[in-house]
């Protein structure tokens, strides 16, 4: 071996280590490629359904809410949700100026029973609660196994079949709105009946509301409702402060609603 | 060519790399993860299909039951879909025929579920103390069973 040519010429182990940096990166750059997005372009979820052309939202007049529960027994018998468990549920609070009490008998399920609180109430009402979708969820950013994710048309769903029910996710949710379901273990939650929405139908909750609380909304449709009241009222989220983003707007919404 | 066997073997050894990194990747990955996200995006028609609707909406129940559909509309009740006192179409209705009897609630607890006088409800609402409702209106009983439908029709309340 020539004695000066040792400075430029790479050692075995550093020519080693670089290829493989080398084929790493150019694994990585070709694997998120032209390739992928022909894949991607291909399978298009539903027939007859494109999910660029919608992004839904939720908005719920709490002034008109009569607690009679038939939104959460609908989403139970359109979900099979177990019985103790809730993917949307009703709370009555009962507010005074000494005091504020909170209740949701079985979620709501069967209706409200009259109530007696420890002081004089001067306001009452009913605040139906369901997963708000959130933009910036917190749920999704902690499942280690990518099994929660939010689609483009604005729902956040669990793939049953990634989930491995550590329950990360439903510590994550401020909202409370997952749990893990006692028969599969794994993390479920609202999903805006999203069989339903994606052929046309409104949700359960939705469908069964008897005086218009709950009204379900396409914010990529012109003349919608939902989209109107959205861009011109005055809507509020829940825990605005943590930045989630929820896709869920309330009307009338009082100062005591967490 | 001394020294063309070590860039062979250096080769060789990236291959055999990345051949064992693709194909454990291709056992372990699900095809349709990462195409629009880091998840697996097969789920997203998985959770289209995971189920039929259930609840059809009122033009479905007045498909067949177009009589206590058109006194619903002109009534009281007009913003009241079918199917948050009956249940789901599905319960009734499979592949567009009658399956199984509609399990119908009579009892006065349907109506208490709306009606009865709670802390919470707008004041507008109609809603009565069932006791002292049955008082007013003269009727000897308790309250229990059927006792509001002896009055009422559900379809087109009177108040």
């Known amino acids: ?258 | 060519m001394e020294h063309a066997r070590h860039v062979f073997r250096a080769v060789l050894v990236l291959v055999v790399v990345v051949a064992a990194v693709s194909i454990g990747r291709g056992f372990l990955v699900p095809p349709s993860y990462g195409l629009h996200g880091p998840y697996r995006y097969d789920n997203v028609q998985e959770q289209m299909d995971v189920r039929a609707p259930r609840h059809g909406g009122v033009a479905a129940c007045a498909a067949c039951h177009a009589a206590q559909a058109d006194k619903r509309t002109a009534g009281g009740h007009r913003t009241v879909s079918c199917e948050a006192c009956h249940g789901p179409l599905a319960r009734h209705v499979a592949e567009g025929k009658r399956s199984a009897a509609m399990p119908v609630d009579r009892s006065y607890l349907l109506c208490a579920r709306c009606h009865r006088k709670v802390l919470g409800r707008p004041e507008g609402f109609p809603q009565v103390v069932l006791e002292r409702h049955l008082q007013d209106q003269q009727v000897a009983g308790p309250v229990e069973g059927k006792v509001c439908l002896d009055c009422h029709d559900p379809h087109s309340p009177k108040p």
């Open chain 1, 1 to 258: 071996m020539d004695d000066t040519t040792p400075s430029t010429t790479p050692s075995r182990r550093a020519f080693l280590g670089g290829a493989l940096r080398l084929a790493g990166g150019a694994w990585v750059l070709f694997s998120g490629g032209p390739l992928a997005d022909a894949l991607a372009t291909a399978g298009a979820p539903g027939e007859g359904y494109d999910w660029t052309e919608h992004r839904y939202a939720y908005l719920i007049d709490t002034e008109k809410c009569i607690g009679c529960g038939s939104c959460a027994r609908a989403c139970a018998a359109e979900n099979d949700v177990p019985d103790g468990f809730f993917r949307t549920w009703i709370e009555r609070y009962v507010v005074g100026v000494e005091g504020s009490h909170v209740d949701s008998p079985n979620g709501g399920k069967d209706g409200f029973p009259p109530v007696q609180v420890g002081f004089e109430p001067t306001k009452a009402f009913f605040v139906p609660k369901l997963c708000n979708h959130c933009k910036e969820t917190p749920c999704i950013q902690v499942c280690p196994v990518g099994a929660s994710y939010r689609t483009k048309d604005g729902m956040v769903l669990v793939d049953g079949e990634r989930c491995i029910g550590c329950a990360y996710c439903v510590q994550a949710c401020p909202y409370g709105s997952r749990f893990l379901d006692p028969v599969t273990h794994t993390a479920e939650k609202c999903t805006w009946c999203y069989h339903r929405v994606t052929k046309g139908l409104r949700p359960a909750c939705v469908e069964v509301c008897p005086t218009g609380t709950r009204m379900f909304g396409d914010m990529k449709r012109d003349g919608d409702p939902v989209r109107h009241a959205i861009e011109h009222d005055r809507v509020a989220i829940l825990q605005g402060h943590l930045l989630t983003e929820p896709q869920c707007f309330y009307l009338h919404l009082d100062k005591e609603v967490r």
